[in-house]
């Protein structure tokens, strides 16, 4: 059961070139074999490079006018059964993928068949680069798991979207009956997913302003200055991110004994 992981990038280098280096450790660091990692790039003038079979960069010279336009582009050029979201700017600990699918393929255990969609409710949320992880909850689309046939059910990946297409892709999963309006709330010690919010100023949905503020966001960093030229790209972690998540689960757990 092949899983293609979607990774859409931009005009990271150089000071965004540790995000995409440490999503690219995390895909690497995963304990299920049977996936790609598709990484767009589609920054004018500038080529990421990395070599591994498992790995495919599409460096492309002209950028999408929308996140969801990429996002499709992607989708056409994988190879997985399965698909998921792999944000530039969060980490995935190694547990993702195999908890993932053994969540969307099986019920305490046993194989179960047209199951098309899966996420967790909850993850771990940091508000800024210094501060300590804590948990939350809700619109977790990046963090999910779907067979690519739920495609046809919800009529294709929500178009000309750019920071709305996760909460179009939730709506349309929920009033096609796919699944329902939240995910699964899971374990504390099983939460795989450290979402960064505010380590990037290119974070489209802490821009406000509604749809039209997000799409405007989305073309103003298209305007930004590229540094132009190829650059290898060196996969690995800042931190032991995973020692972060037993961290945040412990202070969780404390937390939850006090209440």
């Given amino acids: 059961m092949k899983i293609s992981c979607l990774m859409p990038t931009?005009?990271?280098?150089?000071?965004?070139?540790?995000?995409?280096?440490?999503?690219?450790?995390?895909?690497?660091?995963?304990?299920y074999e049977d996936s790609e990692l598709i990484?767009?790039?589609?920054?004018?003038?500038?080529?990421?490079?990395?070599d591994d079979d498992r790995v495919i960069i599409m460096n492309l010279d002209e950028r999408f006018e929308t996140l969801s336009d990429k996002i499709q582009y992607m989708i056409d050029n994988s190879n997985g059964e399965y698909l998921c979201r792999w944000d530039d700017d969060d980490i995935s600990l190694p547990h993702r993928?195999?908890?993932s699918i053994d969540k969307l393929t099986s019920v305490c255990g046993k194989p179960v068949k047209g199951k098309l969609e899966w996420r967790a409710d909850n993850y771990f949320y940091c508000p800024k680069k210094e501060t300590n992880y804590v948990?939350?909850?809700?619109n977790t689309h990046v963090m999910s798991l779907?067979?690519?046939?739920?495609?046809g059910v919800i009529g294709g990946y929500p178009p000309k979207a750019s920071g709305w297409e996760d909460q179009a892709f939730n709506q349309a999963l929920y009033h096609s009956g796919v699944s329902e309006w939240r995910g699964e709330e899971i374990p504390a010690e099983d939460i795989y997913y450290l979402y960064?919010?505010?380590?990037?100023d290119r974070h489209l949905?802490?821009?406000?302003?509604g749809n039209e503020g997000l799409q405007n966001h989305w073309d103003e960093i298209g305007q930004r200055e590229i540094q132009e030229g190829t650059f290898e790209l060196d996969p690995h972690w800042m931190e032991d991110y995973s020692l972060r998540a037993n961290d945040a689960c412990e202070a969780f757990e404390k937390e939850a004994m006090v209440k």
């Fill in 10 to 31: 931009y005009n990271r280098i150089p000071n965004g070139q540790f995000m995409v280096e440490e999503a690219l450790h995390s895909f690497l660091l995963q304990d």
């Fill in 39 to 50: 990484i767009c790039n589609d920054t004018p003038n500038q080529k990421l490079e990395y």
């Fill in 97 to 99: 993928l195999s908890y």
């Fill in 135 to 138: 948990t939350g909850a809700g």
């Fill in 146 to 151: 779907w067979h690519r046939d739920v495609l």
């Fill in 196 to 200: 960064r919010w505010g380590v990037s």
């Fill in 205 to 209: 949905s802490g821009t406000g302003g």
